[in-house]
């Protein structure tokens, strides 16, 4: 039998008391390891974060706080290749992807490391100046925020399980909140690695970042009123964890990343070939490909100008035909496999469903896998779907497909194109091509309230944008609407979750000693 990973709850490593879970290889059908929850006494686990790792984490300020984030980057860093090895096996990636889950992971990581040393040696941090309350401004209100004295309890999604730990990881710590984090089951093993090593190099309190692999069974059971819970995943999960009655009794603070319908728009005044034009094509075919489409913020509609929609449906294809896809493991592979036979199966019967109100525009069950064999790999070529209609085709603005498809859609005129964006009732990021300033400003503009992002490529920043779905720790990720309504990163605005904010009310000379 294969390797039972440890869980790492209450300081200290513990193995499940049940068989476990397999962990696959995607690609080639092998068990890697297993995982197991069974038996773990998570009231004592819960517990001890609270009582013993909050108080430490919380006793250092900021800046040393930041310093253990530092030190976090040093461990990740000296085991990189490590890492890389483990997601290609569990996760079925390309280097190229890898990096964007593990380096991707170690940079927003180092980004709070960063913010933490010039918040420097304070506990607590203000918000905003003081107010006078009374006539003679002898008595003022000042705005606070204090860490939270709970646990961070994360339970994450399959896709990143090295960024989608150190994005939440990052501020929570820095906050001086301590971590508990449930991986996905399917990819855990990368989560699993890091925490443990982590753990192991000694660098963080006892407790303050702990791992439970496998079921999710009476965790949230455990949640008190000043813990809070990051969720990333589906809708339908996302709805459970809201309706949990230890969240909506303790009013436990809840972030939600759930499903999105992330969008490109050409703006009009383009043509075939023009600068914007290429940088759209470019950008919907890298965005189908890179992790294989699953990705929460990769593009899944693309709208382009009525005039415009055969030439965009050329050039996309050309780029999705050149894209190898197969065993990760082969150097000359570009596109990576799903993470699991349940995701294959789940992409297939998005894409049937889809395929009965679109045309297809490059099949993606066309490409031959390279090094990998169709009947046990997870591997599925991209396929670009075309509706002609868009009014009248609702599934396409409401069915994610969490894999290597987008569909490409015509509009008649920009604000025709602002509607249809809309339709995806809620996205975390919509793209904008176009060599105009103005009118990308006023697009931006529209689309603002409905996305976390807006994401505008415009000739002058080709070389230099960040990617469509590509999350940087300094700007807003996460959504309004279907996409969860959260929030996270944006600079030190991820601080917030973490923090209670709170209003002091007194003489000026006690408000002082505050500052
Ligand atoms: P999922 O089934 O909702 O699972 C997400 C996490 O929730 C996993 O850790 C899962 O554990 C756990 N879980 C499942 N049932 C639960 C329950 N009843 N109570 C508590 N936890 C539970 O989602 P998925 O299919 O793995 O992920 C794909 C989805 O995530 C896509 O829809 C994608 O759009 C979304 N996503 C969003 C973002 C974002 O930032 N907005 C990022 C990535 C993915 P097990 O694995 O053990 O079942």
Not at 128 to 149: C, M, N, W, Y
Not at 156 to 179: H, I, Q, T, Y
Not at 215 to 244: E, K, W
Not at 412 to 431: E, I, N
């Amino acid at each position: 039998m294969s390797e039972l990973l440890l869980n790492h709850l209450a300081g200290r490593a513990q193995a499940g008391t049940g068989s476990g879970t397999a962990l696959l290889d995607p690609v080639l059908g092998t068990e890697l390891a297993r995982v197991d929850a069974t038996g773990l006494d998570l009231a004592a686990g819960f517990a001890f974060a609270r009582e013993k790792a909050g108080p430490a984490l919380r006793a250092l300020t900021y800046a040393q706080r930041g310093a253990l984030l530092a030190a976090i980057v040093q461990v990740l860093q000296a085991n990189r290749d490590r890492y890389y090895e483990i997601s290609t096996a569990n996760s079925g990636t390309v280097k190229n992807d890898t990096a964007v889950d593990v380096d991707g992971g170690i940079y927003t990581l180092a980004t709070y490391a960063k913010l933490g040393e010039s918040l420097g040696e304070r506990r607590h941090l203000l918000d905003g100046e003081a107010v006078r309350l009374g006539k003679d401004g002898a008595f003022q209100s000042q705005h606070l925020l204090v860490p939270t004295r709970g646990v961070a309890l994360f339970i994450n999604a399959f896709n990143f399980p090295s960024w989608g730990l150190w994005e939440k990881a990052g501020p929570a710590l820095l906050s001086g909140v301590p971590v508990i984090v449930k991986p996905a089951t399917a990819t855990a093993w990368l989560t699993q690695r890091m925490v443990q090593d982590v753990v192991e190099a000694g660098i963080l309190p006892a407790g303050a970042l702990s791992v439970v692999c496998g079921s999710s069974a009476g965790l949230l059971d455990q949640l008190q009123p000043f813990d809070v819970v990051s969720f990333t995943g589906s809708a339908d999960t996302a709805a459970i964890i809201r309706s949990h009655p230890a969240i909506a009794r303790g009013s436990v603070r809840v972030n939600i990343e759930a499903d999105s319908i992330n969008s490109a728009l050409l703006l009009p005044g383009e043509t075939p070939g023009s600068e914007a034009f290429e940088l759209l094509a470019k950008e919907a075919a890298r965005e189908m490909t890179q992790k294989a489409g699953q990705k929460c913020t990769a593009i899944r509609r693309i709208f382009v100008p009525e005039a415009l929609y055969g030439a965009a449906a050329e050039a996309i294809a050309a780029r999705l035909a050149k894209t190898t896809v197969g065993n990760p493991r082969n150097e000359g592979v570009r596109m990576g496999s799903l993470v699991s036979r349940a995701q294959l199966f789940a992409v297939r019967e998005g894409l049937a469903t889809l395929k009965q109100h679109a045309q297809v525009l490059h099949e993606g069950a066309a490409h031959a896998l390279v090094d990998a064999d169709a009947a046990v790999a997870c591997c599925l070529g991209p396929t670009l779907l075309g509706a002609r209609d868009p009014d009248h085709t609702p599934a396409v603005h409401d069915t994610e497909v969490f894999g290597p498809v987008a569909t490409l859609m015509p509009y008649r005129d920009a604000a025709h194109a602002l509607a249809l964006v809309r339709r995806g009732q809620g996205s975390l990021v919509c793209s904008i091509y176009g060599s105009d300033a103005a009118a990308l400003g006023a697009a931006a503009l529209e689309l603002a309230d409905s996305h976390g992002r807006v994401h505008v490529v415009s000739p002058e920043v080709a070389a230099t944008h960040t990617g469509h779905g590509n999350v940087m720790p300094q700007s807003l990720h996460g959504g309004p609407g279907r996409a969860g309504g959260g929030e996270e990163l944006g600079g030190a605005r991820a601080l917030n979750f973490y923090h209670r904010r709170a209003a002091v009310q007194a003489a000026t000379a006690v408000l002082s000693t505050l500052a």
